[in-house]
């Protein structure tokens, strides 16, 4: 089973609202990804986790904020976010760190006014 | 800078064809390639890695490595109007940790 679940499917948010997304995994993996894609554009990385421990920030603002309370879950925290950041987000993971393969999520459709 | 190369398209292919996805590759260090496969307002699906030089099939796909030439392709046999997406091409190179380093994708058009 190669699943990445993610929560929600779609959100919207205003400038000033704080949300949080959701994702989850149940196959054991110790690194997991927040990658964000905008239309016509290939994913671009945001952060990596790594055994819970984040080792990659990839110069994120810090209007987005991560948290990896266990192994199985990352979550994205949002606030103050900007209309331009409307995107789909995308979660994945993989074995570890040195194991290049990433299984993605189904994404979360963010929309912010 | 790694850069992974490929054609925007769309390529079109009558169905029953073959198509062909190429990517190329800046990083010579490169060892691991993936083909994902995006529906349009969803998420990439993982359809082939390779590691090593030469073809890996699996299905109707074949994949296949060239890293002196810093190339790899997908060839999907028998093509289906479900096989109509984009297809992103990955490379990562290991160094201590790894990074997926994505193209910009190929649409493919796969017409009835």
């Known amino acids: 089973d190669t699943e990445v679940t993610q929560t929600p499917k779609h959100l919207v948010m205003g400038m000033t609202n704080k949300k949080s997304l959701k994702c989850e995994q149940h196959?054991?993996?110790?690194?997991m990804y927040w990658y964000k894609q905008k239309a016509k554009k290939p994913p671009e990385l945001m952060f990596v986790y790594s055994y819970e421990k984040l080792s990659i920030n990839e110069s994120v603002p810090s209007r987005f904020s991560p948290e990896c309370p266990n192994s199985s879950l990352l979550n994205l925290h949002l606030h103050a976010l900007q209309p331009e950041d409307s995107a789909l987000y995308l979660c994945a993971s993989s074995q570890d760190r040195s194991t290049d393969t990433q299984y993605f999520g189904p994404g979360t459709r963010l929309t912010v006014l | 800078q790694k850069e992974v190369e490929q054609n925007s398209g769309p390529l079109s292919v009558p169905e029953g064809a073959i198509a062909s996805l190429n990517c190329t590759y800046s990083d010579r260090v490169s060892q691991s390639f993936f083909w994902y496969r995006q529906y349009s307002g969803k998420s990439p699906e993982l359809i082939m890695s390779i590691y090593s030089n030469g073809d890996k099939e699996d299905g109707r796909f074949t994949a296949q490595l060239n890293k002196a030439s810093q190339y790899v392709s997908l060839l999907i046999r028998d093509s289906q109007p479900s096989d109509s997406a984009t297809y992103l091409c990955a490379v990562t190179a290991f160094s201590g940790y790894s990074t997926l380093t994505f193209g910009k994708g190929t649409m493919l058009l796969v017409s009835p």
């Open positions: 196959m054991g993996h110790r690194a």
